[in-house]
Structures are given as structure tokens and as C-alpha cells.
T-cell receptor
Framework: AQSVTQPDIHITVSEGASLELRCNYSYGATPYLFWYVQSPGQGLQLLLK??????LVQGIKGFEAEFKRSQSSFNLRKPSVHWSDAAEYFCAVGALGYSTLTFGKGTMLLVSP | DAGITQSPRYKITETGRQVTLMCHQTWSHSYMFWYRQDLGHGLRLIYY???????DKGEVPDGYVVSRSKTENFPLTLESATRSQTSVYFC???????????????FGQGTRLTVV
């Protein structure tokens, strides 16, 4: 069975500082990996996805993520955080032949002035 | 409007009552999903559907019923609501065409359900 771990429940970052949100997955074959963002009272919006190819993927809003097979990780990064990035972030994993995604429990990002 | 819409956005119901949450998508996506979101649990899959008249259980299906008579609609029914079903419910759809690729899911705005 697939599983996703987001070790950090909350993270606080100063505006303008860099950000890294951690995601570890468990799956035997090549996973499909996603990062979603949820603003308060809203649904989930896709930030980026990885299926194959280049292990560094670019997403919307200046986010990027790197797939590291050896570490079973897909960490999300942003070089300079803006106050509008404050939200909850979810990592998700899918796979070839699977119809559904498995989500992590989320990381709440707080941005301090 | 194009996209995926859920109704109602907010609902308060009493224990034991039946309540139906609606989900409608305009993309003709084959797959549709219902998730619930609770603090400390993230998103958990309740039910999903691969096509009209095809549904399957997810991680937490007990107490819920779904149907899908048309591709664009996927209602979720709580037959006898309990307080433990107080949650935020998200509907999603995906253009997952067979087993070639697991594409991303597109989410509705959510329905906040309170059972008193």
C-alpha cells in the first residue's frame, strides 16, 4: 500500500526567507507525486506534479520540488516566501494502475513579517 | 460555470437525519472522488467512481452511500448522520484514462458539514 508522510505539522518562515517542506513516500515502484496547496476555506489547488523524467519539477507560484528516489522524498521548495503563501500544503502519491491518490496529513505554513 | 462545484457549501443537520452532498463537474472526467478532511487526519478517501454506475469504497466508507447515474454528478449521502461525520467534504475529479497514467485530481471548494 502507498503511504505519505509529512513530518512537519506546522512550519513558520519569515517573509522573504527560503522554504522547504518535506514529503516522504512509501511505494515499491515509480510513484507519481503531487503537491497541493489549500488556502483557508478553499479547495485544493495543484502546485506541481512528477511522473517521470527530470527529477526537478517546476510548479506554479514559484514553487519547485525534487524527486529523490534514494531517499523516497519529494520535498517542496521556494527560494523566497511571500505572505500570500501562508496555507496548508499536501503531498500526495499515486502510481500506474492505481486510480486514487494517497495524501499526507498536511503541513501548515505560517509566514511571519 | 466550468469546473467542479459542490453544494451546499455549509450544512448543519441533526443526528439521525439523512443528508446528501452534491457534486457536479463539467469536464466529463471519468473519475470522481469523495474525501473528508479532519484535523490530524488530512484527507481520507470515502468513495470513488471510475465511470457512471461504477463505484468503489475508499479508506473510510462506513455510513456513506454514493451513486453515479450520470458522468457529471456524484452525490454523497449520509443515511443516518452521526456527530463523527462532522467534517469538511471534498469532491474531486480526474481524467484518469484507464491505466496509462494517474493524472492529478481537481477539487471542489468543499462542503462544511456539522452534525449536532
Amino acid at each position: 500500500a502507498q503511504s505519505v508522510t509529512q513530518p512537519d505539522i506546522h512550519i513558520t518562515v519569515s517573509e522573504g526567507a527560503s522554504l522547504e517542506l518535506r514529503c516522504n513516500y512509501s511505494y515499491g515502484a515509480t510513484p507519481y507525486l503531487f503537491w497541493y496547496v489549500q488556502s483557508p476555506g478553499q479547495g485544493l489547488q495543484l502546485l506541481l506534479k512528477y511522473f517521470s523524467g527530470d527529477t526537478l519539477v517546476q510548479g506554479i507560484k514559484g514553487f519547485e520540488a525534487e524527486f529523490k528516489r534514494s531517499q523516497s522524498s519529494f520535498n517542496l521548495r521556494k527560494p523566497s516566501v511571500h505572505w500570500s503563501d501562508a496555507a496548508e500544503y499536501f503531498c500526495a502519491v499515486g502510481a500506474l494502475g492505481y486510480s486514487t491518490l494517497t495524501f499526507g496529513k498536511g503541513t501548515m505554513l505560517l509566514v511571519s513579517p | 460555470d466550468a469546473g467542479i462545484t459542490q453544494s451546499p457549501r455549509y450544512k448543519i443537520t441533526e443526528t439521525g437525519r439523512q443528508v446528501t452532498l452534491m457534486c457536479h463537474q463539467t469536464w466529463s472526467h471519468s473519475y470522481m472522488f469523495w474525501y473528508r478532511q479532519d484535523l490530524g487526519h488530512g484527507l481520507r478517501l470515502i468513495y470513488y467512481s471510475a465511470a457512471a454506475d461504477i463505484t468503489d469504497k475508499g479508506e473510510v466508507p462506513d455510513g456513506y452511500v454514493v451513486s453515479r447515474s450520470k458522468t457529471e454528478n456524484f452525490p454523497l449521502t449520509l443515511e443516518s448522520a452521526t456527530r463523527s461525520q462532522t467534517s469538511v467534504y471534498f469532491c474531486a475529479s480526474s481524467d484518469n484514462r484507464g491505466r496509462s497514467m494517474n493524472t492529478e485530481a481537481f477539487f471542489g471548494q468543499g462542503t462544511r458539514l456539522t452534525v449536532v
